[in-house]
């Protein structure tokens, strides 16, 4: 019983979430199982459009045969809202029914409908009697009704769904502004003042949320590739710049054969630009390589994922390799670069007052 106290007041939307699934579930449940709706004695006026034109056919072709205008006015009237509708769709498409049938229907229709409008006052003071009285909707008012609760029902469920939403946004707000404290990855204890800011500088995805991300793609026959990025404050303010360029290509002729990148860091509140040069497996064997490059920053073997962390006066930067592929070709195994994703990262250095 204790874990259970203990669950919910870490996860406090729990309760929200199986709430809803619990009415989903029963709602479905009642809908389909328990209690489904089931129409009985229904209208030709809940029939698909292309059985109400059989329908109004079969009607106008049994008029054509019986000549009773009492049932053929009320087999009109039977499909309600769609009688007009379905009288047109008729007359362009009469398929094996007569012309002359149609129009004959129609001019029975038409002059019950003129008798009826005549009458309209008197029919209109029944009508309003009848309301009084608590007369039954008509079928057409049952299926306005009943496309209507379709939509009712989907408006309930989405309204559940954005609720449970909130909970659990709002659950996890109030769990970050109670966590006050960093806490060490090793020993699940809090820090102590004097040295969170070198913990900070030493692990800065402990941050909440970085200043900046950027993703850079290199591809073998860029030849010129060299992407730059600004670096700015949640308010703007131009803090730096950060980038990857070609650092080191091997032999010639075209494409180039990309052996390292520099990915570099500016600072504005530096007066140096910090500078790390990846290798490919190849060059960061080669001492040759090594000597020529020693002078462009400290050179790093590339891995797919690993990471190369730049730091200045005030910001730090990881550039993360998270897609890595060798080129293939006559010169050695693993010395150039195929294809590579780099993604960069700029965090404020940490500052205790």
Request: with cysteine.
């Amino acid at each position: 019983m204790d874990s259970i106290k203990a669950l919910l007041k870490r996860m406090p939307w729990i309760p929200a979430v199986a709430a809803l699934i619990t009415g989903i579930v029963f709602g479905l449940l009642i809908g389909w199982v328990i209690a489904p709706v089931e129409y009985v004695d229904a209208t030709p006026a809940f029939l698909r459009q292309d059985l109400r034109d059989d329908y109004l056919r079969m009607a106008i072709d049994s008029y054509s045969v019986n000549k009773d205008v009492e049932l053929a006015v009320q087999r009109y009237e039977a499909l309600s809202d769609y009688a007009r509708e379905t009288l047109s769709n008729v007359s362009s498409n009469p398929q094996l029914v007569s012309v002359t049938a149609i129009q004959n229907f129609r001019a029975v229709v038409e002059i019950f409908q003129t008798s009826e409008s005549s009458g309209g006052t008197a029919e209109g003071e029944q009508a309003s009697g009848d309301s009084a009285a608590g007369v039954e909707p008509t079928d057409g008012q049952f299926q306005k009704i009943a496309g209507i609760i379709p939509y009712v029902c989907g408006a309930t469920a989405l309204i559940g769904l954005m609720l449970a939403v909130v909970l659990i946004i709002r659950a996890r707000r109030g769990k970050g502004e109670k966590e006050e404290e960093y806490f060490d990855d090793e020993f699940d204890h809090p820090f102590e003042a004097e040295d969170l800011n070198a913990r900070l500088n030493s692990k800065p995805s402990m941050l909440r949320e970085p200043l900046a991300e950027f993703r850079t793609i290199y591809t073998l026959g860029d030849d010129l590739y060299d992407d730059s990025f600004s670096i700015e404050s949640p308010n703007g303010d131009f803090l730096g710049e950060c980038g990857v360029g070609i650092g080191d290509v091997l032999g010639v002729g075209e494409p180039k054969k990309v052996s390292g990148f520099e990915v570099w860091l500016f600072d504005k509140n530096d007066i140096q630009t910090v500078t790390k040069v990846i290798l490919s497996e190849y060059g960061s064997r080669d001492e040759a390589t090594l000597t020529r490059l020693a002078a462009k920053g400290d050179p790093v073997m590339a891995e797919d994922g690993g990471v190369v962390e730049l730091q200045t006066a005030s910001l730090r930067v990881e550039a993360r390799i998270v897609e890595l592929i060798y080129g293939e070709g006559a010169l050695p195994h693993n010395s150039f670069f195929e294809r590579v994703t780099i993604e960069l990262r700029a965090w404020p250095r940490a500052t205790l007052g």
